[in-house]
């Protein structure tokens, strides 16, 4: 049972309240994984043959303590290192130790419009603004993504399969579709990958639908802006997950389907990862069976089965 990399929640706690956010933030819980439960993990991920390990929320990692001994941790087996941030806690040492350290980021980033951004990030004044030149053109940009470019990521070569890239992650909603255009062009200026992911819609009765954009508007935007992306950000629009046939794991140690589907086979705490895996790709695979295929609707950004479970398109079949 190979595995090529590892997902990990790490921390509920966050500093944005994001209006469209499909996973629970807040505290964390009392059983939550001990950094010594972690290392554990980490080392049967890679006696499975796992090469990398990703990190994100559910909250934002870089409020949890364990994160960078993590990432030490995982250095020291061989495995390289995948961060996914919000971007406002990056600091000018912490952009430059992720650097050094060749870590993939991925930062979020949803609208350049101030006001836009802090409405979708639930907060006033989410990030700290700051004037950005590349090629002639000015750009105002969060100060922790200008310190992720001043450390070195970007540059004037985009190279795929190097540990030192920085990736814009973008949700597209009704309030910021007209404003994803310009990111993507500035993700072009500074050869920076570019992920733009449909809204998953969370499941809170508040949550108001109006933010997902008809399809249609979504088929207009893909059509506008493919053309614009880099070869390497076109290659990730058609990627399929990496978490189909690879493991992530909760903040207390049950394994899950995914970031936003929470159903588990199991915890680590009483079975190892190379059983709980087998048996998350038995139950991976009953769900296949019984549910539509990923698909594209038309010309349009990556669908999964999550994203189409979550929209209630089908039901969970066990």
């Known amino acids: 049972m190979r595995i090529n990399r590892l997902g990990l929640f790490l921390t509920r706690k966050c500093n944005f309240k994001c209006i469209y956010c499909c996973v629970q933030t807040g505290k964390d819980p009392a059983d939550k994984l001990t950094f010594a439960e972690l290392k554990d993990l980490l080392l049967q991920a890679h006696l499975m043959g796992a090469k990398r390990l990703g990190i994100s929320g559910e909250g934002e990692p870089l409020l949890d303590e364990n994160l960078f001994p993590l990432f030490e941790y995982a250095r020291t087996l061989g495995m390289g290192c995948a961060l996914s941030t919000n971007g406002s806690l990056i600091s000018k040492d912490i952009a430059q130790w992720l ?25 006033n004044n989410c990030y700290e603004w700051v004037d950005y030149v590349m ?10 993504l200008k310190y992720l ?20 992650e973008t949700v597209i909603t009704s309030l910021n579709i007209v404003d994803i255009p310009k990111i993507v062009r500035f993700c072009r200026q500074c050869n ?4 733009i992911e449909r809204l998953m819609p969370p499941s809170s009765p508040i949550f108001d639908r109006k933010l997902i954009p008809p399809d249609e508007e979504i088929s207009r935007l893909y059509k ?30 049950d394994i899950r389907f995914c970031f936003s589907i929470n159903k588990s086979a199991g915890n680590i705490r009483s079975t190892s990862l190379q059983i709980l895996h087998a048996e998350q790709l038995r139950l991976k695979n009953k769900l296949s069976k019984k549910s539509p295929l990923i698909r594209l609707r038309g010309p349009g950004f990556r669908e999964c089965r999550s994203r189409r479970f979550v929209r209630n398109e089908y039901d969970w079949p066990y």
């Open 135 to 144: 090629n002639g053109i000015t750009f105002s940009i969060p100060k922790g």
């Open 149 to 168: 470019l001043d450390a070195g990521y970007g540059g004037d070569k985009l190279k795929i399969f190097s540990r030192k890239l920085l990736t814009i």
């Open 224 to 253: 506008e802006v493919y053309p614009m992306m880099n070869w390497g950000s076109k290659l990730i629009t058609k990627l399929r997950c990496g978490y189909e046939i690879n493991p992530f794991i909760d903040i207390n140690g």
């Open 192 to 195: 920076l990958l570019i992920y």
């Open 99 to 123: 650097f050094n350290n060749e870590v993939l980021v991925f930062a979020k980033l949803d609208s350049f419009n101030h006001e836009t951004q802090d409405r979708l990030a639930g907060i």
